[in-house]
Antibody, heavy 124, light 108 residues
């Protein structure tokens, strides 16, 4: 059974760089797309970005200047770095396995496995 | 603003059928996927593609799409279906993903 376990500092100060990791079990991190998604308290889901082929990335245009997603294939681990955080970055952060299945010209995109999330509060 | 629009709240009587919709121009090109989120829990995939259910998802959940609208239908809603539901798809550029704002389903 695929398992994803996020970890992070819990609390970050404004203007700092936030670093989160996600340990991936029972699936190869090299084989799939991997995505970070966040959810501010009481609000909806926001797609942050994904990585595939162990280095190709795509980011939410609203976050692109502050976000870096990377993988460590030796540790089967996914990482997220977000710079210059503010209170607006307070959220639950999820790492997610991202699937793309294509049958000819038709492709399906979906997130099939989610971690339990790690809560990050940004406060001085 | 989100490129995918959902009604903020929908209610359904126990055992009845409810349709939750997701609208956006991008849905003319890409299928939506649907996620159920209960309080304090991570979202769970319930429908993807044309109308595919992951293993373990009850067959009362189904999906459909027409034009710029994707729909999640629950036929015979149960009390345990009370949750927030989110749609997701690619955005208009085709390079990124986008979520709808979510629909809170109440089973009365």
């Amino acid at each position: 059974q695929v398992q994803l376990q996020e970890s992070g500092p819990g609390l970050a100060k404004p203007s700092e760089t936030l670093s989160l990791t996600c340990n991936v079990s029972d699936t190869s991190i090299s084989t799939y797309y991997w995505t970070w998604i966040r959810q501010p308290p009481g609000k909806g889901l926001e797609w942050i970005g994904y990585i595939y082929d162990s280095g190709s990335t795509s980011y939410n245009p609203s976050l692109k200047s502050r976000v870096t997603i990377s993988v460590d294939t030796s540790k089967n681990q996914l990482s997220l770095k977000m710079s210059s955080v503010t209170a607006a970055d307070t959220a639950m952060y999820y790492c997610v396995r991202d699937r793309i299945n294509c049958n000819g010209p038709t492709c399906f995109y979906y997130f099939d496995y989610w971690g339990q999330g790690t809560l990050v509060a940004v406060s001085s | 603003s989100s490129e995918l629009t959902q009604d903020p709240a929908v209610s359904v009587a126990l055992g009845q059928t409810v349709r939750i919709t997701c609208q956006g121009d991008t849905l003319r090109s890409y299928y939506a996927s649907w996620y159920q989120q209960k309080p304090g829990q991570a979202p769970v995939l319930v429908i993807y593609g044309k109308n595919n259910r992951p293993s373990g998802i009850p067959d009362r959940f189904s999906g459909s799409s027409s034009g710029n609208t994707a729909s999640l239908t629950i036929t015979g809603a149960q009390a345990e279906d009370e949750a927030d539901y989110y749609c997701n798809s690619r955005d208009n550029s085709g390079k990124h993903r986008v979520f709808g704002g979510g629909t809170k389903l109440t089973v009365v």
